[in-house]
C-alpha cells in the first residue's frame, strides 16, 4: 500500500528538517514525498535540496496561501491513501506507519482513519494528547476537528473536491465535516499516537482568533443548519458569561 506525504512549507529553514527527518526515518518505506515550498526567502529549499533523493516530487512557487499549495500537491500524489505533514510536524515514533498501515489493511481500508495526536507546547513539552473520543456523535464537528497531520485519506475523497480555498486557517475542518456530513464517509479511529502537533503555528495563534470565529460559524452553518442557532448561542454565552454560564451548560449537557 502506498502512502502520499505532502509537505508544505515556506520559510520553515528552522522546522523543516525535523519534519523530514522524521518522515526518513519511518520504518515503514512504501512512501511518495512531495514537497511544495511557496518560493522561500530563506534557506528553506537548501534544507530540501540536501534530501532531494528521498523527495518524489517537489515544487518551489507562489500560491496564494497553504490550502491552495496542497491543493496544488495533491494533483501530483499517486499513493493510495494521503497524510498532509507540514514543516515542523513529526511522528511519535519510527514505527508510526507501519502501526497505521497495518491496521487500515486489517479494517478493510477505511475512506477516513485517525489516530491522536501529542500536542507539544512552546517549550517542547507534550502538553496533551487529544483522542478525539466523542468522534461518533453527530455533532462532533460543530466544536471540534481532527488533527490534520493525524488523518490518513484515501486518495479517491479528493477525486473532484479539494479544500475550499476561501478558508485561511480551517479548510481542512471544512472538508472533514463535508467528507462526514454530505459525502457519508465513515471515520476510523486507529486509537494510536501517531503524530506531535507543535503549537504556535497559524493554527494556534492568538491574533488569529476571529478568523478562528468566523470560520467556524461559517463550517457550522453550512453542515449543522438546525441546530446553528442553538450552537451560535451557546457560543456568545461561553465567549460574554461564562464563569455564570459554565455551571449551567454542565448541567444541561449531563
Not at 97 to 122: M, S, T
Not at 180 to 204: Q, W
Not at 213 to 220: A, K, S
Request: with cysteine; glycine share 4%.
Amino acid at each position: 500500500m502506498r502512502l502520499s506525504i505532502i509537505t508544505v512549507c515556506k520559510n520553515a529553514q528552522n522546522t523543516l528538517e525535523r519534519t523530514l527527518e522524521s518522515i526518513i526515518k519511518q520504518t515503514y518505506k512504501n512512501i511518495e514525498l512531495i514537497v511544495f515550498d511557496g518560493n522561500s526567502s530563506d534557506n528553506t529549499v537548501g534544507i530540501i535540496e540536501r534530501y532531494m533523493h528521498h523527495i518524489s516530487f517537489f515544487h518551489s512557487g507562489d500560491d496564494s496561501g497553504i490550502y491552495n499549495a496542497m491543493n496544488k500537491a495533491l494533483s501530483k500524489a499517486s499513493g493510495d491513501y494521503v497524510l498532509f505533514f507540514n514543516a515542523g510536524d513529526t511522528f511519535c515514533d519510527n514505527e508510526v506507519l507501519e502501526r497505521v498501515i497495518e491496521k487500515i489493511k486489517l479494517n478493510n481500508c477505511p475512506d477516513f482513519a485517525f489516530g491522536w495526536a501529542r500536542i507539544i507546547d512552546l517549550q517542547g513539552e507534550c502538553c496533551r494528547v487529544d483522542k478525539f473520543l466523542n468522534y461518533k456523535r453527530k455533532t462532533f464537528f460543530v466544536n471540534e476537528n481532527i488533527c490534520h497531520q493525524s488523518i490518513f485519506y484515501k486518495r479517491n475523497l479528493f477525486n473532484n473536491d479539494c479544500y475550499d480555498e476561501s478558508f485561511k486557517i480551517y479548510a481542512d475542518w471544512d472538508f472533514n465535516a463535508r467528507c462526514v456530513r454530505t459525502k457519508g464517509v465513515n471515520m476510523f479511529a486507529l486509537d494510536i499516537p501517531v503524530c506531535n502537533f507543535y503549537l504556535g503555528g497559524l493554527s494556534t495563534d492568538a491574533n488569529n482568533s476571529k478568523i478562528f470565529r468566523y470560520e467556524r460559524d461559517v463550517i457550522t452553518r453550512k453542515y449543522f443548519k438546525k441546530i446553528y442557532f442553538i450552537v451560535a448561542f451557546d457560543r456568545f454565552m461561553l465567549k460574554t458569561f461564562k464563569s455564570l454560564y459554565l455551571p449551567l451548560r454542565k448541567i444541561f449537557l449531563k
